[in-house]
């Protein structure tokens, strides 16, 4: 089965500009499949993870997620495909005052009753789980820490453990190493691919790190303006596509007009 299959989705933030954030992509996505998002500031990575996670309904198009339209599903069920399906942001929404198990297990939220979780808030349920998925990212002697006594990168992770506690079959995750070092990066990539290659789940990454994205992942979507410009094998992805991708609009080159002549600027300023 696809993860997700995209027919001209459009996406329109409500506070927004009037142009679209993503603007008729398509795009389909099997089972296990790992690829980057890459793309210039503004571009719609985050959008369009959002989007995949079901937290922006689409303002045009198709969007069938696990074989099912989100939007169309009853409040429960999407509830239920929701959790199917782990976004992990850029910056995590931790609790700065909680422990940093107890903001991990809250990965098992959708699965616990009310009971579970309270109970949880004052013994934590399963620290041995907690503690497995933070040695994974380097962390393991971070298990009782306060999160609000983390360095960015080290919040960063602890929100990545969080989702090898989730049950979810697809991982979309957002900018993953913004605040990591080369050799954390390194690691923190590896472990997010092979936990998706043990649980045949999706892996979708926006990066902006073009190199990491390019010897990691097989397959490379390049969005700029809200639009696909490519989706290719890594092996078909030139520098020149890559640089078309980042080419700054604002460095064209401007061929004045007539009447914009330095000799007729200055007239202009002296009078
Ligand atoms: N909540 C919002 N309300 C209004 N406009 C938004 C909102 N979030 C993003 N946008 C706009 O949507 C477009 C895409 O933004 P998005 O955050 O998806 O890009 P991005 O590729 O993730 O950027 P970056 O690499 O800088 O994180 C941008 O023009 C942005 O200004």
Known sequence: MDSYRLGKLTVRHLAGAQASALHEIDLAVAQGEQLAVIGPSGAGKTTLLATLACAHAPTGGTLRVLGQDPWTLPGAARHKLRASLFLAP???PLPPRQRVVTAVLAARLPEWTLGQALASLFKPAD???AHAAL?????GDKLYARVDRLSGGERQRCGLARLLLSSARVFLVDEPLSALDPALSQMTLATLQQEAVRRNATLICSLHQVDMARAHFPRIVGLRDGRIVFDAAREDVSDEMI??????EAMV???PEAHETPERLAVGACF
């Open 127 to 129: 620290p041995d789980a």
């Open 243 to 248: 640089a078309a991708l980042y080419q700054n």
């Open 135 to 139: 040695v994974r990212f380097g962390l």
């Open 90 to 92: 850029q910056t995590p």
């Open 253 to 255: 080159q401007h061929t």
